[in-house]
């Protein structure tokens, strides 16, 4: 009963973040018939193109329309160049997968080691790192690992037909400039979480057992870290997803994230509608394991 | 012994460093190498996938590109903007110019097999025609509807008025499908190259071996997108594309100082001019505009915005031939006009510092002038043509064709309110002449006499700038849709 209920509020919440992401796209200036229509369109040419378009219906029947295709999996056809938009998304998606599942994981590793190691120290620096933006930091990296040093390429382009995976030098920069500020975010957010760990009896008893620094963080802290990491590494996911598409544009890597900003720049609604989707799933996908880690855990560990 | 070898090392080091500056100064390209792959990256702001249909619109530099070698085309822009022939290889017109015939090739064949006949291009113009709303009227004057074909090789085209530079309008952009293709993901066209393999960003094109023209030189050629201007320059300096295409003054000029890539120059590819509408005051006064067009220093504005990639021109489109009016004392005019607006955009980065330039040298000559900036989506449909003072934006098409879409009393769209039933009719006139000298002589006595009295500020053109690296030979410097056709080019490794 209590699943279902939680699966019902999700579903709802997607919703309300598809009609969102739709109405603000709406209410932007321009649509994709001015921006195809470009300089000298006459009123009627434009006129022409968005009734061509179908934009000239009402905003309710769009997302009607859109939402029954993409619940079939149809996300419609890019308003820009006419093609399907699901084959794109699918392809878009496992090209940043290569970036942002990487950055993830090395994000909940090391942040999480640092807030056991550090515990308070450095927090100033965990603080600038965590709000460097990620255009400053892909610029740096380029500059020092690309321009100075000459050890990974300045873009990352992939193979006309291929995937990431024949290139894996490609990958290195833009995953680290995914991957730093999200590790020192985590590791900034989970330092409170440790440090309530780390006052229980248990810690100390464990300590004074003589049992290893090392030991006692894997068996003894983590267990109880494992509710707040779960619910940290669910937005960490969105945020990884929504820094790739200003990373993907510093180094031209043909993902979802470049998909998004140039979608958006040209009003194409149904590309933008289906990248949202896409991110607002895994967002929510992640939040709702989070919850379930969290419950599973109290469950078996206790309250301490 | 160590110190010795150590020099020797350091010496070796600055030898090859010297060398390598060196290299693309050197002049004897040689005679062209065959084979290889040429990388080419051009700018592509817009779509998630490269577009399939070559009738459409083409928003994207890279879509160009890769249609201009898929598919043949009756004309191209050759020098001097005159057409050379393509899939047509001669011409001729009724004595009105409005009736043409185009003699087709008899040795063209689709990469299907076909051979390709006048049906076909037929076909793909009617589909040119019924798509004008997406490519902005492409056929210009040609009434696709009574058009015909004659036999397997000749296209009878008759225009809605008499148009002695058909030929010219329509080079380079009416790419030839086999009759009734609808769909284009596995495209079917007869020209230099076919496609081997293509991704939402890139497209690898083979040469094709069955083209009538000469053997391109190169093997492949494999045509990217870019979403970033900035991210195509690193690209072609770190040595990922061999190409970079219309690339910034700045890219350019950072390119030059290293030394290590060629900048090639395609003259008056683009100009950034000052629009003042002829119905809205204060702009609607002729000593005001003259006024205007001799307070800047154009020289100036070519050195600030072009970085002197470019040329001081006279007041129209269509290039530089016609001379700047003579700079005078313009202060006592000026200084009567209220401070004015003048609107520009980021649409294009040059549109900005224009802006600001030529705000600051009116200013210096007595007319107060603000800036205000649009963003690209609402510029070109609320700010340019609506504001008595707007910066427009100019590529290299062909002066008539940029007439009939702007400057007619019956254009559609009226860039700064030129209505002038007495040019029209000259215009006609010398759209109704066949005789090429005389046409020319009384289209450079049009564009003299919208200089002198039109709201055009056209200041000066920039260079169409290509960055590459040195072993990329024969790139396309013609004007206008030249640019595109990458048959010539090759390569040596």
New interface residues.
């Given amino acids: 009963m209590g699943a279902a209920l939680t699966i019902a509020r999700a579903a709802l919440t997607f919703l309300l973040v598809c009609l969102l992401v739709f109405v603000i796209t709406n209410l932007?200036?321009?649509d994709a018939a001015?921006?195809?229509?470009?300089?000298?369109?006459?009123p009627?040419?434009?006129a022409?193109?968005r009734a061509?378009l179908r934009l000239d219906d009402p905003v309710w029947l769009r997302f009607g329309g859109w939402l029954s295709g993409a619940v079939r999996g149809d996300f419609g056809r890019?308003l820009?160049?006419?093609?399907p938009?699901a084959p794109?998304?699918w392809?878009?998606l496992g090209t940043t997968l290569y970036l942002a599942v990487p950055a993830w994981c090395l994000a909940l590793v090391f942040g999480t080691t640092l807030a056991i190691v550090l515990r308070s120290a450095g927090a100033a620096a965990l603080t600038v790192v965590a709000g460097l933006p990620e255009v400053v930091l892909a610029g740096g990296l380029?500059v020092v690992f690309?321009t100075w040093l000459g050890w990974f390429?300045?873009?990352s382009?992939?193979p006309?037909?291929g995937t990431p995976a024949d290139r894996p030098e490609v990958l290195v920069l833009p995953i680290l400039a995914l991957a730093l500020p999200a590790t020192a975010w985590l590791a900034r957010l989970l330092r409170g979480p440790v440090a309530d760990v780390m006052a229980r009896p248990f810690v100390a008893d464990a300590v004074l057992r003589g049992v290893p620094g090392g030991v006692v963080a894997f068996r003894h802290v983590l267990p109880h870290l494992a509710p707040p990491l779960a619910q940290a590494g669910a937005v960490l996911a969105g945020g990884v997803l929504t820094a790739t598409s200003v990373v993907e544009?510093?180094?031209?890597y043909?993902g979802l994230g470049?998909?998004l900003?140039?979608?958006v720049?040209?009003?194409?609604t149904p590309?933008i509608q289906a990248v949202a989707a896409v991110v607002t799933a895994v967002v929510l996908v992640g939040v709702l394991v989070a919850d379930a880690v969290g419950v599973w855990v109290v469950r078996r560990v206790g309250a301490g | 012994m160590s110190l010795f070898s150590r020099r020797t090392a350091l010496v070796a080091v600055f030898g090859l460093v010297a060398a390598g500056c060196a290299a693309p100064t050197g002049a004897a390209q040689g005679p062209p190498v065959d084979g290889g792959t040429l990388r080419y990256g051009a700018v592509a702001a817009g779509g998630g996938s490269a577009v399939a249909d070559p009738h459409g619109s083409l928003f994207n530099e890279s879509d160009w590109v890769r249609m201009a070698a898929l598919y043949d085309v009756l004309t191209v822009p050759g020098r001097n903007g005159e057409a050379e022939p393509r899939l047509a290889t001669s011409w001729s017109s009724d004595a009105t110019a409005s009736t043409w015939r185009f003699e087709l090739r008899t040795d063209a064949v689709f990469s299907a097999g076909r051979p390709v006949r006048a049906a076909d291009v037929l076909f793909s113009l009617r589909r040119i025609g019924a798509k004008a709303a997406q490519n902005g009227g492409r056929l210009g004057t040609v009434d696709i509807a009574a058009s015909t074909a004659e036999g397997d090789h000749t296209v009878v085209l008759r225009t809605s008025q008499p148009d002695a530079e058909l030929p010219a309008a329509l080079a380079g952009v009416t790419f030839v499908v086999p009759d009734g293709t609808e769909n284009f993901d596995q495209p079917v066209g007869s020209g230099p190259f076919r496609l081997s393999t293509m991704d939402s960003q890139a497209a690898v094109l083979v040469r094709n071996d069955r083209w009538w023209g000469p053997r391109p030189h190169l093997d492949r050629l494999e045509i990217r997108g870019f979403a970033d201007p900035q991210a195509l320059a690193g690209a072609v300096t770190s040595g990922e594309v061999d190409v970079a295409a219309n690339v910034s003054p700045a890219a350019a000029k950072t390119a030059e100082t290293t030394g290590r890539l060629t900048v090639s120059r395609r003259p008056a590819a683009v100009a950034y001019p000052l629009l003042m509408r002829l119905d809205r005051a204060p702009f609607d006064r002729p000593e005001v505009r003259r006024a205007v067009k001799s307070a800047v220093d154009r020289q100036a504005l070519v050195d600030a915005v072009f970085l002197g990639y470019g040329k001081t021109s006279g007041d129209v489109q269509g290039g530089t031939d016609i001379p700047p009016p003579s700079s005078g004392d313009a202060g006592s005019t000026l200084a009567a006009v209220g401070p004015v607006v003048l609107h520009t955009t980021t649409a294009y980065p040059g549109m900005v510092s224009a802006a600001t330039l030529l705000a600051q040298q009116l200013g210096a000559a007595g007319l107060k002038v603000e800036v205000r900036q649009h963003p690209p989506e609402t510029y070109w449909t609320q700010a340019y043509g609506v504001e008595p003072l707007a910066m427009g934006y100019y590529t290299d098409i062909p002066f008539p064709v940029w007439v009939r879409q702007t400057a007619l009393s019956g254009s559609a769209f009226n860039e700064t309110g030129w209505r002038d039933p007495g040019f029209d009719a000259s215009f006609a006139s010398a759209m109704s002449t066949v005789d090429s000298s005389r046409r020319a002589a009384a289209l450079t006595q049009l564009r003299s006499r919208m200089a002198a009295d039109g709201g055009w500020l056209v200041w000066g053109y920039g260079d169409g700038l290509d960055l590459s690296s040195p072993s990329v030979h024969g790139l396309p410097t013609g004007a206008g849709f030249a640019r595109v056709f990458l048959e010539d080019v090759w390569v040596r490794r």
């Fill in positions: 932007l200036p321009g001015v921006i195809a229509a470009g300089q000298r369109a006459s009627e040419r434009i022409a193109l061509a890019s820009l160049d006419g093609g938009v794109v998304l392809s878009r380029v690309a390429p300045s873009v382009l992939v006309v037909g544009a510093v180094f031209a043909p470049q998909l900003a140039s979608a720049s040209t009003r194409d590309v």
